[in-house]
């Protein structure tokens, strides 16, 4: 009972050198004591609960494997929410990748209202056919998706400031666009 308690005494770092020499309590305290925070931050980013509990169970893993090749340096919670966010990454180009459709099916892939305008449909059939790819996500990850600017920014890998500028510039270059087409 004592080694327990010493356990959730100790910080992530030695947490993380403890797991690699595979001691399973040391796991066992890392995971109970950062498994939701993990969960949480997948959860914020990729907006499924199935996927977040997938990179949050995947991180994990690779905090086992890995942890050899950790350097203590007082960063460890750091070291996993890098772990975590570079999962999110890859399970969100994973999906960007398996749902990809062609441009004329775009509108029966996405559900609308039973009274939703074709305009919407026309306006994202023309985001696909003039804008860049980035700009294209970035304005179908806001408006469709709902997600947050810093998310995105987070999952594109780009500064804040630059998602904001593309939406705003994306949104204007549609405008002259569908002027006169609405």
């Known amino acids: 009972m004592s080694e327990e308690k010493n356990n959730l005494k100790m910080n992530e770092d030695i947490l993380i050198q403890r797991i690699a020499l595979n001691d399973r309590e040391a796991f066992n305290c890392l995971y109970s004591r950062l498994y939701r925070p993990v969960y949480a931050y997948a959860l914020s980013v990729l907006k499924n609960k199935e996927d977040a509990e997938d990179v ?6 690779k905090i086992r ?12 919670k750091a070291w996993i929410f890098t772990i975590a966010r570079n999962l999110c990454r890859m399970k969100f180009r994973q999906k960007q990748r398996s ?6 099916d775009i509108g029966s892939q996405l559900v609308f209202e039973p009274n939703t305008d074709t305009s ?3 306006t994202l059939e023309t985001a696909f056919r003039i804008l ?3 700009d294209h996500q970035i304005i179908l990850l806001h408006a ?7 998310d995105i920014a987070g999952i594109m890998e780009l500064p804040l400031p630059t998602v904001l500028s593309k939406y705003h510039r994306g949104l204007s270059k549609l405008r002259k666009e569908l002027e006169g087409k609405l």
Request: hydrophobic share 35%.
């Open 56 to 61: 949050m169970q995947d991180c994990f893993l």
């Open 132 to 134: 860049s790819d980035q």
């Open 120 to 122: 919407l449909k026309l």
């Open 65 to 76: 494997a890995a942890a050899h090749t950790y350097t203590p340096n007082g960063k460890g």
């Open 99 to 104: 749902s990809q459709i062609p441009l004329e």
């Open 144 to 150: 469709v998706s709902d997600m947050k600017f810093r």
